[in-house]
Structure formats: C-alpha cells, structure tokens
C-alpha cells in the first residue's frame, strides 16, 4: 500500500508529461505536413540535373525528327 504513494504521482506525472511533450510538437509544427516530406522524394521536378536531361532528350528528340522530315 505505501508504494501507492509513491506509484501514483509517478504515473501522474508520466501522463503529464506526455500530454505536455504531445502539445509542445504540434505548436513547434511536426504535425504540420506528414505527406509532403513523402511525396517530395517522387516529385522532385526543381532538381536541375533532372531539367537538363529533359532538355537534352527534347533537344534530341527535335534533332531526330527534323532529320526525318529533312530526308523523307
């Protein structure tokens, strides 16, 4: 029975804890986007490298076509 005294403000205190622990990360905002983080690993359309490839195949693309239409 005196471990209950001291058992019980422990576990109190835990909850309190929590709940504190829990209010503090939703004001410093980790709850604020939890699907942009994923989705930004598969759209990644600002990288440069990735702008430059397009543009290099687009630019091959054209060169192959205007060759076609040049010889046919």
Known sequence: MPALYILIPVAIGLVGFAIW?????VDSGQYDDLD???HSI???D???SHKAGI???DEA?????D???DGA
């Open 21 to 25: 622990l829990f209010f503090w990360a």
């Open 36 to 38: 942009g983080p994923a």
């Open 42 to 44: 598969l759209f990644d």
């Open 46 to 48: 600002e990288d440069p």
């Open 55 to 57: 543009a290099e195949a």
């Open 61 to 65: 693309e054209n060169a192959e076509q």
């Open 67 to 69: 060759k076609d239409r």
